[in-house]
């Protein structure tokens, strides 16, 4: 099967676009962390080990799953007593449509993606691939007004589907968070 253009994960505008991801070691606090996402308005932080190797991630849920929930101090909290570790990640080279599948069918919002040396390049969230889904849906959405049954189906209606299905969209991906 041929590869379109912009199906690895490289290809994607975001990858070169996307800010750095923030690191930080699983010895350091939570409160160190919380300071810099907040800061950056970011959602999550990679934990690398010494060699700059992914080996946990720490998000908004599991601070407040793991830290509030449990009164833990972030002052005093360490990043791996509430990290997720062993994240799954994809390479740069992987294919965007895998891993928007994946990550809807495992329910998992952010994707750490790294290059062949298992160092950090950028996080990729769903958002991200939302952009990837519409050029396939209207595609999708011309192929099925062409089909026999569709015929008199007027561009408004088709307009006025892929309005709602960007709003079901939005919500499903609200009802995740």
Do not use: C
Request: glycine share 4%; aromatic share 8%; charged share 30%.
């Amino acid at each position: 099967m041929e590869m379109r253009k912009g199906g690895y994960l490289f290809d994607r505008p975001e990858f070169k676009t996307k800010p750095k991801s923030i690191t930080s070691l699983a010895k350091d606090k939570v409160s160190k962390a919380i300071e810099v996402m907040a800061e950056k308005n970011y959602g999550s932080v990679v934990i690398v080990d010494s060699k700059d190797k992914v080996i946990g991630i720490v998000t908004e849920r599991d601070i407040v799953k793991k830290l509030v929930k449990n009164n833990m101090s972030p002052k005093t909290t360490k990043l791996e007593d509430i990290m997720t570790p062993n994240p799954r990640v994809a390479n740069e080279n992987d294919d965007v449509l895998d891993w928007l599948r994946i990550m809807s069918n495992d329910r998992f919002r952010r994707l750490p993606v790294v290059d062949a040396e298992g160092k950090i390049k950028v996080i990729f969230t769903q958002g991200d691939f939302v952009s990837y889904t519409w050029p396939d849906l209207i595609y999708q959405a011309s192929q099925l007004a062409k089909a026999s049954f569709m015929k008199g189906f007027s561009l408004n209606t088709l307009l006025i589907m892929m309005f709602v299905y960007g709003i079901a969209l939005i919500a499903a991906m609200k009802a995740i968070l």
